[in-house]
């Protein structure tokens, strides 16, 4: 049959296979901004820089926080790639924004459920290069299919569809479900069977039907022949098997003439047994095989045509998939707004927009009030939860009182760190300049606006208070960090100055722009002329730059320049320690020889730089001098303070040290002695306790090997006697207490814990339901013994519902525990796989040896197991033998042929 002229129909169903021709533009999922004037030179620089400054504001690991709260593998792939959707304008930045808040709001009703969701962008791709899909890949496209589905009605019940949810329709409002394709698949395959149905085409349908009566056919032929066959000696039963792909009977090779004009398609191992197809039967096995190769070629042009479809809709079934990651991503961000109390930034277009007569209203161009960085934020709160972890215990011993301090004090550190800033940048300006010291919070300062830049660019809420606003800016370019190079022998001030060159080559007039320390590392005179000049330039030429410095002259820029707008970190000089809030408007000081001071410089190198500047500026470091002489005071009288409480603690720690000292020698020696006389007590009790299980265990051997398979179990028995008599010899009493109850009357139940009198008055459990002969199996630790019902006694409060919790700890152990099974209750068995540790092979064994064999197998099951008994044919003997003891033992809940075609092996499961 030709490829090209098969068709499928489906009875009594209106769904039939179309190509329709449909060509969809896939979404962008992240693209550069262009413009028509942008030649590719300039792009490519961009594209460059703009990796280096998500490198410096650490994007990837921003994006690596938003990415556990992705619920499908496209979204959290791109997510751990940095490869979230930015807006490249300032009304796809808004509309990330919405989406963000409208599924904010789905979140607070509900949940939406994403899973079935698969990326099947692999195998559409597979599909399209014309290789043929298997059955697993399409139910995996019919799964995904019908959880988009799902998921789109999902999202319109979830809210009343005003405006804010329509945002988030609006992303599958264009997308083709392919309910089609759908429903064609899964009239074609069953994918809880992962069969090809026999619907699914009519040539199908009669192929397998003509493969079924010719099966019967064959069958019947082939068990009349067999029967013959058995009657007349030839065969111990009759056996039907398949080789070569052909369905053959076995018969003795001594009786082989019983099958005239036979075939022989095999021999046994041994050679006894001939596997024979008789000549009656040769038509009908070729036509199986025919039938078999038909039935193959009819499935493979189901599947092509299958494969054929999807391949068609591949512009549908990616836009769909896009779709589907463009919502994930929205709620993520709105379930990570969620976990840092995120608020929904105000995106304007110009610093003042609206122009002169929204300037009242709107004075500053960025008013972002008690932000903190998100990276810093999430850091903060792993570490309170490390601090409430640890401090659970100590809050369990406090009164409410105490408790609630303890809780305020925890809630106050987390509100303190990350220190939460204030940006507020006047409307018209386009330069700042931050100063202050070393450590102050210049550079985080600097890189929490420029991430808050991305975050409200991507749709990502702020962690700030009330409404933030700020600017969307069409690139955000970083120099912030060392850029020493030594393959393209750069210095740190050469890699510096080559990347603010790129930074003024791209940057345009709706550009951020950040500058960490400008122009530093060479001549102080020389660097503040050039840093004048680069801020100049970038005045008329960029949205907003923010840089850094230690050049107390670029702060003049502001006299003779509104434009200009000068930041000071705070720094307290009482503590000597900076307060991380901005003072907007200010000049900062340096205050590097305090810091320097205050982190153990040394004091020699700290007096001698003093001099030096007071000879730079003697009237400013004047006043500086008198202020920082007075904190010395009073931390030096602080300090003295501190030293005489710790020389009065430290005297009396020494002589207690001395005291525990002097008994701690003694006690050593103490416990030398007592170490050797326990050990010469324990080495004499485990040689004597050695000697006697050497004894049983070489008694157990010899009477092993003289012992039969009925004589097992009585041997068993007797050696865990001894045993026990030995345990019970060595093991102390631990002084539990017992119900003391008629023994008559008192029966222990499977999983119960007892007091066993032989086992050195230990806590044992019964592993077995007591049997008729008056004794009980029970496990101690990794010992079994069979014990007399005399010897058990209940444990004091025991209840019958405690056994419920002795069975899943026997089972953690790794304990082989067989529970009683209700006849009533369905049991559930292990897969009927054969492996290599579910088989055993009798094979070669005498009879006799192969019972030993099996019955050991049989015990060491798990229960709700199977195992595969290989017995083989040959003269029946051992087949009977396997047989019988399988249908007589207590665990053996059924047992069956392997297979119709295989009575050389059989199943049986385990109680």
Same mark, same amino acid.
């Given at each position: ?178 309910? #089609?394709? %759908?429903?064609? $698949?899964?009239?074609?395959? *069953?994918?809880? =069977?992962?069969?090809? &149905?026999?619907? @699914? ?110 391949? #068609?809709? %591949?512009?549908? $079934?990616?836009?769909?998939? *896009?779709?589907? =990651?463009?919502?994930? &991503?929205?709620? @993520? ?130 962690? @700030? ?130 810091? @320097? ?315």
């Amino acid at each position: 049959m030709e490829l090209s002229n098969h068709f499928i129909s489906f009875k009594n169903s209106p769904i039939q296979f179309s190509k329709p021709f449909r060509f969809n533009t896939l979404k962008p999922l992240f693209s550069l901004p262009t413009s028509p004037d942008s030649p590719l030179p300039r792009l490519s620089l961009y594209r460059s820089l703009q990796s280096e400054t998500l490198k410096a504001l650490e994007w990837s690991s921003l994006c690596e926080r938003l990415s556990v709260f992705t619920s499908t593998s496209m979204g959290y792939s791109v997510t751990q790639n940095a490869a979230i959707p930015i807006g490249k304008s300032l009304q796809e930045s808004r509309k990330l924004l919405d989406q963000t808040a409208a599924a904010l709001a789905v979140t607070q009703s509900g949940t939406l459920d994403f899973s079935g969701i698969e990326d099947i962008s692999g195998i559409v791709n597979s599909a399209v290069s014309g290789n043929l899909l298997t059955v697993s890949e399409l139910c995996a496209v019919r799964r995904t299919l019908r959880a988009a589905r799902a998921l789109f009605e999902g999202l319109k019940d979830s809210g009343d569809c005003s405006e804010r949810y329509m945002h988030l329709l609006e992303i599958l409002q264009g997308c083709n479900l392919q309910i #089609e394709l %759908e429903q064609k $698949i899964g009239f074609c395959i *069953d994918c809880n =069977l992962s069969i090809i &149905l026999d619907r @699914a085409s009519e040539e199908l349908e009669i192929i397998r039907s003509e493969r079924k009566k010719n099966m019967e056919n064959l069958d019947t032929l082939l068990k009349g022949i067999s029967a013959q066959i058995f009657q007349a000696g030839g065969i111990d039963k009759p056996l039907i098997t398949k080789r070569r792909s052909r369905l053959c009977i076995g018969v003795r090779a001594t009786h082989k003439y019983l099958i005239p004009n036979g075939v022989i398609l095999d021999v046994s191992g041994s050679g006894a047994t001939y596997f024979m197809e008789p000549g009656d039967a040769v038509e009908l096995n070729n036509f199986e095989v025919m039938l078999s190769n038909s039935e193959k070629a009819e499935e493979i042009a189901i599947l092509s045509l299958l494969t054929s479809e999807i391949a #068609e809709s %591949e512009g549908d $079934i990616k836009y769909l998939l *896009d779709g589907i =990651l463009e919502l994930d &991503l929205a709620f @993520a961000r709105a379930a990570y707004a969620q976990q840092m109390n995120g608020v929904h930034p105000i995106l304007t277009s110009e610093d003042c927009e609206g122009g002169p007569s929204n300037r009242v209203n709107y004075a500053l161009s960025i008013d972002i009030e008690g932000i903190q960085h998100p990276l810093l934020l999430g850091s903060s709160q792993r570490s309170l939860s490390e601090v409430f972890g640890s401090n659970s215990e100590k809050s369990a011993e406090l009164d409410d009182g105490d408790s609630v301090m303890a809780t305020e004090s925890l809630s106050k550190r987390a509100s303190e760190f990350p220190v939460p800033i204030n940006i507020k940048v006047e409307c018209g300006t386009r330069v700042v300049v931050i100063s202050g010291p070393n450590t102050g919070g210049k550079t985080a300062s600097m890189k929490t606006l420029g991430i808050a830049s991305l975050m409200s660019k991507a749709g990502l809420f702020l962690p @700030a208070n009330n409404t933030p606003r700020i600017p969307w800016f069409d690139l955000v370019l970083a120099d912030i960090g060392d850029h020493q190079s030594l393959e393209q022998n750069l210095s740190t001030f050469s890699g510096h100055i080559s990347r603010i060159c790129t930074i003024l080559e791209v940057a345009s007039k709706e550009s951020l722009v950040l500058i960490d320390e400008i122009c530093s590392g060479t001549d102080p005179s020389e660097g503040v002329a050039l840093s004048t000049s680069i801020l100049q330039y970038l005045r008329d030429r960029v949205n907003l730059a923010v840089v850094t410095t230690h050049y107390a002259d670029l702060s003049l820029l502001k006299d003779k320049d509104t434009r200009f707008l000068n930041a000071a970190m705070e720094f307290s000089l009482e503590t000597l320690q900076p307060t991380y809030q901005i003072l907007w408007g200010s000049t900062g000081d340096s205050n590097a020889l305090s810091i @320097a001071k205050s982190l153990g410089f040394d004091s020699h190198m700290i007096e001698r730089a003093q001099k030096w500047v007071e000879k730079l500026m003697p009237e400013k470091q004047q006043q500086r001098k008198g202020l920082l002489y007075q904190s010395l005071m009073e931390e030096k009288n602080r300090l003295e303070a501190q030293a005489t409480k710790a020389a009065s603690l430290h005297s009396e720690i020494m002589r207690l040290y001395h005291e525990i000292q002097h008994e701690a020698e003694d006690l050593d020696r103490r416990v030398i002695a007592l170490l050797k006389k326990e050990t010469k007590q324990v080495q004499q009790e485990l040689k004597a306790t050695k000697s006697q299980i050497e004894i049983v265990v070489r008694d157990f051997e010899n009477l092993l090997r003289k012992a039969t398979p009925d004589q097992f179990n009585s041997l068993i028995k007797k050696s865990e006697s001894a045993i026990a008599s030995i345990v019970e010899a060595h093991c102390p009493s631990d002084g539990l207490h017992v119900n003391e109850v008629d023994v008559s009357s008192y029966t222990p139940q499977y999983g119960e814990q007892v007091y066993v009198k032989r086992l050195g008055s230990k806590i044992a459990t019964v592993v077995e339901a007591p049997g008729n002969d008056e004794t009980i199996l029970v496990q101690y630790g990794k010992i079994r013994v069979r014990v007399k019902k005399s010897d058990i006694r209940a444990i004091q409060g025991n209840e019958r519902s405690d056994a419920t919790n002795v069975v899943p700890r026997l089972k953690r152990q790794g304990q082989q525990i067989h529970p009683e099974v209700n006849q009533n209750e369905e049991v559930s068995y292990g897969p009927k796989v054969q492996t290599s540790k579910n088989t055993v092979d009798l094979r070669g064994m005498r009879v006799e040896e192969a019972a030993f064999h099996l019955e050991m197998a049989l015990s060491a099951r798990e229960p709700g197991s199977v195992i595969f008994v290989v017995h083989g044919m040959g003269t029946g003997a051992l087949k009977q033998r396997a047989l019988e003891i399988l249908g007589k033992h207590p665990r053996v809940a059924k047992y069956e042929p392997e297979s119709p075609m295989n009575f050389g092996c059989t199943v049986a499961y385990i109680n």
